[in-house]
């Protein structure tokens, strides 16, 4: 072989290793990317003396949590959450399963324009949607009310609910609820005993999409909430507004726990198929 025969076979051989070293940069350099923020954020809530040029603080401290609860009422915007989050799953299920049902096992009418009006709120800024929304709020007198707040929140939930159970209903077995029928189940008991069952994994994954859009909606939270609903991620918005970066960030930290907590849940627990399937539907 010659020399330069050689040079160009030497060359092809290094490529894949640079093609990989390049992958693994971009890749590493992405994850900080993504890490950073919560990295800072910790770091703001937990430290003290941080300022100028210094990658780290002088030290660590729980000031900024004793400063938290002495300026707002944590339990109380805590609670007002986790209740509003709780309220908008039970607006989204009880809106989201019988449309998925009916899109995913009747013949609809207009099946696609069905799928467009239930998207269209997640497919338009929310700010948008929020100034024609929060008009119809106070007429109603829906503002400053839990079911009020929900109701706007299941606005965006519902979406999720509908994509991932329509997905789900599909993927029923309908020899299995055929079955059912043919031993004498009725309609009832084909639905708890077999399909409820079979759909569990996709309920879960709606159920859990549902809290998070809930808990962690900020947009519509502003034109629907009062002194009395008030909720974390609001409250965090105000303290930066009020300049308690401090608190802000540990009002952070208390938000970011349960939308962890529930992203190992869904990793762990649900199938991947169940809560992607709903896409194929855009």
Not at 108 to 121: E, H, K, S
Request: glycine share 8%; aromatic share 8%; charged share 10%.
């Amino acid at each position: 072989m010659s020399a330069t025969g050689l040079r160009r076979s030497v060359g092809v051989a290094r490529m894949p290793g640079l093609g990989r070293l390049l992958g693994y940069t971009f890749l590493v350099a992405f994850l900080l990317y993504i890490v950073s923020p919560f990295a800072a954020i910790l770091m703001t809530a937990f430290g003290q003396g941080w300022f100028g040029g210094r990658l780290l603080p002088q030290s660590l401290t729980l000031r900024w949590f004793n400063l938290a609860t002495s300026v707002s009422h944590l339990p109380q915007e805590l609670f007002n959450s986790v209740l509003i989050a709780a309220l908008t799953v039970a607006i989204s299920l009880i809106i989201g399963i019988p449309t998925a049902w009916a899109i995913a096992r009747r013949r609809v009418p207009a099946r696609n324009l069905l799928l467009t009006l239930v998207l269209l709120p997640r497919s338009i800024p929310p700010i948008t949607f929020a100034l024609g929304m929060s008009r119809e709020f106070y007429a109603l007198n829906l503002v400053n009310t839990y079911a009020g707040v929900a109701l706007a929140h299941a606005v965006l939930a519902t979406p999720f609910v509908v994509l991932i159970m329509s997905a789900t209903f599909e993927s029923l077995d309908e020899r299995i609820l055929e079955a059912g029928r043919v031993c004498g189940a009725g309609w009832v008991r084909n639905t708890l005993h077999l399909a409820l069952p079979m759909a569990l994994p996709g309920l879960m994954a709606a159920i859990l999409f549902a809290l998070i859009t809930s808990f962690n909606e900020f947009t519509l939270t502003l034109v629907t909430y009062g002194p009395d609903t008030l909720t974390l991620t609001v409250k965090t918005y105000l303290s930066i507004g009020d300049g308690f970066q401090e608190v802000a960030s540990v009002i952070a930290v208390i938000l970011l726990l349960p939308s962890l907590l529930l992203l190992i849940l869904i990793q762990r627990q649900i199938r991947p198929e169940a809560i992607l399937g709903g896409l194929k539907e855009l």
